[in-house]
């Protein structure tokens, strides 16, 4: 078993940037800024239970809480939304009668221009989708839904499965070992911090060397 339980939402921000994680869940630093915020109005607006209902087709379900806890994931989370549809060659579900396809779908606010999603949103939805299908001994289908757009975009995983498993494992044993090492690494060369809400705390700005204003603070002085 894993000393080290990962939550879903953590992988992106390694992705990102090992050193933006490791602040987060080494350090437990967090700043937002106004992408932060307005991907958090969208999450909660998804989460409040508006987006729940029932018919005759399907149930659907936000805010569900899934996990995995074999040893190569040991990974839990919150997903956006969980259709249960109606189909007869899918999985059962406890208390209702019939069989569902599980299909996950993950809201984001804008779609990229250069393709069809990103990479890393792939990841974070295929890590959902782990533990979707042991939790309903499942093959459940998996989907992002950019707001901009007002669509869906089917994710890859029933042809590209190996892919993101291979990739997926991979990022989980280097998050571990970072967490293990319990020290911030280097900036990646080349990285975007700009719109990065811990840039800061990353790397503060230092006020200038000043021989005067270290005189008059020993005198007791108030430095302006």
């Given amino acids: 078993m894993n000393e080290h339980a990962i939550n879903i939402r953590c992988i992106q921000h390694y992705m990102y940037c090992p ?5 987060l869940e080494i350090n ?22 508006s987006h729940s209902y029932s018919d005759s ?47 996950i779908i993950e809201y984001k606010p804008k779609a990229p221009k250069e393709c069809d999603f990103n990479e890393t949103d792939a990841i974070q939805v295929f890590a959902q989708k782990i533990c979707a299908d042991q939790i309903w001994s499942c093959h459940s289908e998996a989907y992002i ?4 757009t007002r669509k869906r ?5 029933d042809t590209e499965y190996e892919k ?4 997926l494992r991979k990022l989980l044993s280097e998050m571990r070992q970072l967490l293990d090492e319990k020290k911030l ?8 911090c700009s719109g990065c809400s811990m840039a800061d705390i990353c790397f503060p700005k230092e006020k200038k060397f000043c021989v005067r204003d270290i005189i008059m603070s020993q005198k007791g002085a108030d430095v302006q």
């Fill in 57 to 103: 087709k399907k149930i659907v379900r936000s805010g569900i809480a899934v996990y995995n806890d074999l040893p190569e994931y040991d990974i839990f989370g919150i997903t956006d939304c969980i259709e249960f549809v109606r189909s007869k060659e899918g999985t059962e579900l406890n208390g209702y009668e019939g069989r569902f396809q599980v299909r």
């Fill in 28 to 49: 437990d630093d967090w700043v937002e800024n106004a992408f932060v915020v307005k991907a958090n109005i969208q999450h909660q607006h998804v989460h409040d239970g």
């Fill in 19 to 23: 050193r933006r994680f490791a602040l």
């Fill in 153 to 157: 975009v089917k994710l890859p995983f």
């Fill in 185 to 192: 690494p280097a900036r990646k060369k080349g990285q975007k």
């Fill in 145 to 148: 839904y950019y707001s901009d």
């Fill in 164 to 167: 993101y498993d291979v990739t």
